[in-house]
Nanobody, 126 residues
Framework: QLQLVESGGGVVQPGESLRLSCAASNFTLELDYYIIGWFRQAPGKEREGLTCITQRSFTTRYADSVKGRFTVSRDDAKNMVYLHMNSLKPEDTGVYYC?????????????????WGRGTQVTVAA
C-alpha cells in the first residue's frame, strides 16, 4: 500500500524558513505518473491546496497565498518531495499534508487525491 510520511515541521518565528519533506514508499515516483500535492489545514479552517508537482517536475502550481514564498521540488531517485517555505507568516500556521495520486495533470483539490500522509505541524509565532 502506498505510504506517505511528512516531516520537518516545527515552531518558527515570522520571516524564518522551513523545509518540509514527504517520503514516499511502496510506489516509485520516478516510474509512475504520480502527482504530489501539499495541503495545509489551519485551525478552524478547511484544508487548503498549496501546491502541486507532476512527474519529473514538468508542472508546478501554487496557491496565491504561498506564491513567491514556497517552492515545491521532488527527488525521484530518493522518492522524496520537498516543500521549501520562506518568509513564513503567522497565517501559515497549520498541519501540512502531502498527498499523491496517479494523474498526468496537476491538481490542488483534495478530492482529487486518494493517498495522504498524516501531516506535520508548522507553527509560526513571534
Amino acid at each position: 500500500q502506498l505510504q506517505l510520511v511528512e516531516s520537518g515541521g516545527g515552531v518558527v518565528q515570522p520571516g524564518e524558513s522551513l523545509r518540509l519533506s514527504c517520503a514516499a514508499s511502496n510506489f516509485t515516483l520516478e516510474l509512475d505518473y504520480y502527482i504530489i500535492g501539499w495541503f495545509r489545514q489551519a485551525p478552524g479552517k478547511e484544508r487548503e491546496g498549496l501546491t502541486c508537482i507532476t512527474q519529473r517536475s514538468f508542472t508546478t502550481r501554487y496557491a496565491d497565498s504561498v506564491k513567491g514564498r514556497f517552492t515545491v521540488s521532488r527527488d525521484d531517485a530518493k522518492n522524496m518531495v520537498y516543500l521549501h517555505m520562506n518568509s513564513l507568516k503567522p497565517e501559515d500556521t497549520g498541519v501540512y499534508y502531502c498527498a499523491a495520486e496517479l494523474s498526468p495533470v496537476c491538481s490542488q483539490k483534495q478530492e482529487d487525491f486518494n493517498n495522504w500522509g498524516r501531516g506535520t505541524q508548522v507553527t509560526v509565532a513571534a
